[in-house]
Nanobody, 123 residues
Framework: HVQPVESGGGLVQTGGSLRLSCEASRIISSINAMGWYRQPPGKQREFVASISRGGATTYADSVKGRFTISRDKGKNTMYLQMNSLKAEDTAVYYC?????????????????WGQGTQVTVSS
């Protein structure tokens, strides 16, 4: 496949957990950086988390301490472990690969988005 592929979304109650997966479109160790974004209903897409080739991570303030980004080079997959989910985490979650960093912030590669996976948190 030429785009990353997300999976793992679903319906969960407030306070629950989900793990999203993103299978990279090419060898993950060759990718500069990868990130997760989300688009809540009626809102713009927003940054969630990123991981650099070296393993450094960044998070949006709204998810710090609750979400963890990681990757498994053997499975060529990036993950987003989401704990203590809130209703406001409801969104379509997108994987992005091949982004860069500017002043410490992840800038997405606009050509390499996944198709998205829906996460719905019910209160």
């Amino acid at each position: 496949h030429v785009q990353p592929v997300e999976s793992g979304g679903g319906l969960v109650q407030t306070g629950g957990s989900l793990r999203l997966s993103c299978e990279a479109s090419r060898i993950i160790s060759s990718i500069n950086a990868m990130g997760w974004y989300r688009q809540p209903p009626g809102k713009q897409r927003e940054f969630v988390a990123s991981i650099s080739r070296g393993g450094a991570t960044t998070y949006a303030d709204s998810v710090k301490g609750r979400f963890t980004i990681s990757r498994d080079k053997g499975k060529n997959t990036m993950y987003l472990q989401m704990n203590s989910l809130k209703a406001e985490d409801t969104a379509v979650y997108y994987c992005n690969e091949g982004g860069t960093y500017y002043s410490g912030s992840y800038l997405p590669n606009l050509r390499t988005w996944g198709q998205g996976t829906q996460v719905t948190v019910s209160s």
